[in-house]
């Protein structure tokens, strides 16, 4: 398959053009989109949307609940699944959620959250990777800023950009929490990054990234063109993000945490292949290469 975004293959950068649609839903379909023309247009323009209190509290209760019955269950766990934070011990995210867990199986098939998904992928889809992830104050740390699709092309096998991350905030989101910072506009241009990834490298990216991200005088254009915005919102709400808007989060040193629970879902037409790096594939736990359930 031919690569259309080569990325680690060279020591010098490159920004190549998006080659993919953002809106994949074909003509004759606007009218049966669960977003508003201006929600779409924002998304298409932003390559992100947030929809303020998209779950109700008792909702919110309810999976605050079950990430936390998860932290306790997992605490002493050396399953690979279970990451922690990189200068301790505790609990940074748990990955593969809605397959280990009948409630978060649920949840991933809210017919409220596929309609969306479904109209911007255009069709089926089905979870490529899901996770919790726990930023606890005062020790929550950073993630450099990255393009998912950047990784997931490159390590998975990820063909195009042709997925949707969905966060939902379980905790209140601040400007000071450490929440996500996003590039509007990124979506559109996808920045190639040197240095070939060690074998295992997901075991060090998943606390902290070191491969798979953009170099400064990228980032500083990005961030020059279009400026950073970070969506706040309180518990509840859900972002909706592009797989290749480019994004990152401070460290938290504030008293409040900031839990979400974060999944992917994939287009059935855009499955992954060999990875583009050639190396072999990320465990079934990161992204799924089983044949799974469609979701529609």
């Known amino acids: 398959m031919q690569d259309l975004y080569p990325s680690r293959k060279s020591q010098e950068v490159s920004i190549i053009p998006r080659k993919d649609p953002v809106i994949h839903a074909g003509k004759g379909q606007e009218n049966h989109s669960p977003l ?36 306790d269950e ?24 809605h397959q ?15 309609d969306i998904v479904n109209h911007l992928l255009g069709g089926d889809v089905y979870v490529n990777q899901s996770r919790i992830n726990y930023k606890p104050g005062f020790t929550g740390k950073e993630f450099y800023w990255h393009s998912d699709f950047e990784t997931w092309h490159v390590e998975d096998g990820m063909p195009r950009m ?27 241009h996808f920045i190639s990054c040197i ?3 060690p074998e295992d490298h997901y075991k060090k990216s998943l606390k902290m990234q070191e491969f798979g991200v953009p170099d400064h005088d990228s980032m500083t254009w990005l961030a020059n063109e279009y400026g950073i915005s970070v969506p706040t919102g309180p518990a509840g709400s859900v972002l ?15 008293p409040f945490g900031r839990n979400n629970l974060f999944m992917v879902y994939n287009s059935v037409e855009n499955r992954l292949v060999e990875p583009f790096s050639g190396a072999a594939p990320r465990p079934e736990f990161i992204a799924s290469r089983k044949k799974m359930p469609v979701l529609g």
């Open 36 to 71: 508003t023309q201006e929600q779409i247009t924002s998304y298409e323009q932003n390559g992100f949307l947030m929809l303020e209190s998209f779950f109700s509290e008792n909702e919110v209760k309810e999976m605050s609940k079950e990430i936390y019955g998860l932290a």
């Open 74 to 97: 997992y605490k002493q766990s050396d399953k690979p699944e279970v990451v922690r934070e990189p200068t301790s011990e505790e609990i940074r995210s748990i990955f593969a959620v």
């Open 100 to 114: 280990n867990s009948d409630y978060f199986d649920k949840v991933s098939a809210d017919q409220r959250l596929l």
């Open 162 to 188: 042709r997925a949707v991350s969905v966060s939902i905030a379980l905790s209140d989101n601040y400007s000071f929490n450490g929440p996500l910072m996003l590039i509007p506009g990124s979506h559109e």
């Open 195 to 197: 240095g070939e990834a």
């Open 240 to 254: 909706l993000f592009e797989c290749n808007t480019m994004h990152g989060s401070n460290s938290n040193i504030t």
